[in-house]
C-alpha cells in the first residue's frame, strides 16, 4: 500500500528580527511561502496544512496571504505569543489520518524536489528522517504517523519537539545541500543566502 504524506508548514512567529514578515520574503521572484508550496505540490505532497501568524493575513499582508490561501488544504492562523509547539499542534491535528508529514519552517525557501524525494525514500515507519550537512541538523524533517499521534495528544504547549522527537527512532540523511541549514532570521542572513536579484 503506498504511504501517503503531508506537509506542516510553520509560519507563525513575529519575524520581529527580520522586521518584515519572513513568509513573504522572495526568493527566485516568489514569496517564500509560495516557493515553498509549489515545491512539495511538484514532488506529489498536497495534503498541506499553513499555521501562520494572524498578523500576517489581513491589511497590507492582504494580497501575499490571499495568493497563497487557496493552494493550501487547511490554514491555522495563530497568536504569536503561543509559541512554536503550539503551533505545531494547531496544525498536526489536521494531519492524523496521513501516513507522513513534513514539518517545515517557512523561514527556509531551499526545500527541493530532490529533498523531497529522498526524505522518503528513506522514511522510518515508527520514527522519524532527519536531513544532516556537515554534521548539522538541517531541514524539513519527516515525521511518521506515530509521533503525529503522540504530538496531538501531548497536552499543553510548553513542550519542545526536539524533546518528543528524542524518544523516538531516528535515520539519518545526509546531503551536500548546505541550504537546509539556512534560518533566515535577519536581513543580513538573507542577503547572504538570497542573492540581491533574489
Request: hydrophobic content about 35%; some cysteine; overall charge positive.
Amino acid at each position: 500500500m503506498t504511504p501517503t504524506y503531508g506537509a506542516l508548514i510553520l509560519a507563525g512567529g513575529k519575524s520581529e528580527r527580520m522586521n518584515y514578515p519572513k513568509p513573504y520574503l522572495i526568493f527566485e521572484n516568489k514569496t517564500f511561502l509560495l516557493k515553498i508550496i509549489e515545491s512539495y505540490y511538484k514532488a506529489g505532497v498536497k495534503n498541506i496544512c499553513l499555521v501562520i501568524n494572524q498578523n500576517f493575513c489581513s491589511g497590507k499582508w492582504k494580497n501575499d496571504f490571499e495568493q497563497i490561501a487557496p493552494l493550501v488544504r487547511k490554514i491555522e492562523q495563530t497568536d504569536p505569543e503561543k509559541g512554536r509547539f503550539h503551533s505545531i499542534k494547531l496544525g498536526i491535528k489536521n494531519l492524523l489520518n496521513t501516513d507522513y508529514v513534513f514539518i517545515q519552517n517557512a523561514d527556509n525557501p531551499f526545500i527541493t524536489n530532490r529533498i523531497i524525494k529522498s526524505l522518503k525514500r528513506h522514511r522510518l515507519a515508527q520514527g522519524y528522517t532527519q536531513l544532516f550537512c556537515e554534521g548539522h541538523k538541517g531541514h524539513p524533517i519527516l515525521i511518521s504517523k506515530r509521533i503525529v499521534s503522540t504530538l496531538n495528544d501531548t497536552p499543553g504547549d510548553e513542550h519542545n519537539l526536539r524533546t518528543i522527537l528524542s524518544t523516538f527512532p531516528k535515520t539519518d540523511l545526509e546531503t551536500e545541500d548546505a541550504r537546509v541549514l539556512a534560518n533566515l532570521n535577519t536581513r543580513d542572513e538573507y542577503e547572504k543566502f538570497i542573492p540581491a536579484n533574489r
